[in-house]
T-cell receptor, first 115, second 113 residues
């Protein structure tokens, strides 16, 4: 089945630790995105990538980093510089190099908490 | 003015009722509009795109009013399984970068037996 796979489902971070969230898609989509959702809040864009080897900052990129070495994969690293990382992280992908007339499709998310 | 605004609800309706949600957006250059549903602690899932002429998918009807800058979602014959949060999603100004979608905070619907 085609889809977007995020792992792990739950992740705990210690103080000063970097953690990496995985996102893999087999939909052959060009564009991929990372969002953060806090309770009662809308989704906020962290980073996005329209094609391989290229990515752009979203609205809240500070404390995060990404890479896009393969079309299928867009991992997100939450660094120790992100002081409030507890949130629900959602990865999405879309066709057409991210043209906004294309809907985005989401993975089932990773819940990150601080120990 | 917030970019995408929705009434957070909750809307509590009996099974079989008709319910409508509105969503207003601030960017008159927005080109694309979508409704997503999000179940508690789950990812958003695309419900339907919203076309200029309005569109229907079974019990769901979406409308766009560009002049007043709002979109609407009508659900007829509500089912218990319709209970969820409905997210209004609007594209950014294409001239400012075509990648971005702006998500509303959602309207919560509870369908009661």
């Amino acid at each position: 089945d085609g889809g977007i796979t995020q792992s792990p489902k739950y992740l705990f971070r210690k103080e000063g630790q970097n953690v990496t969230l995985s996102c893999e898609q087999n939909l052959n989509h060009d564009a991929m995105y990372w969002y953060r959702q806090d309770p009662g809040q809308g989704l906020r864009l962290i980073y996005y990538s329209q094609i391989v080897n290229d990515f752009q900052k979203g609205d809240i990129a500070e404390g995060y980093s990404v890479s896009r070495e393969k079309k299928e994969s867009f991992p997100l690293t939450v660094t120790s510089a992100q002081k409030n990382p507890t949130a629900f992280y959602l990865c999405a992908s879309s066709n057409g190099q991210g043209r906004s007339n294309q809907p985005q499709h989401f993975g089932d998310g990773t819940r990150l908490s601080i120990l | 003015r917030k970019e995408v605004e929705q009434d957070p609800g909750p809307f509590n309706v009996p099974e079989g009722a008709t319910v409508a949600f509105n969503c207003t957006y601030s960017n008159s250059a927005s080109q694309s509009f979508f409704w997503y549903r999000q179940d508690c602690r789950k990812e958003p899932k695309l419900l339907m795109s919203v076309y200029s002429s309005g569109n229907e998918d079974g019990r769901f009807t979406a409308q766009l009013n560009r002049a007043s800058q709002y979109i609407s979602l009508l659900i007829r014959d509500s089912k218990l399984s319709d209970s969820a949060t409905y997210l209004c999603v609007v594209s950014a100004d294409p001239g400012a970068g075509s990648y971005q979608l702006t998500f509303g905070k959602g309207t919560k619907l509870s369908v009661i037996p």
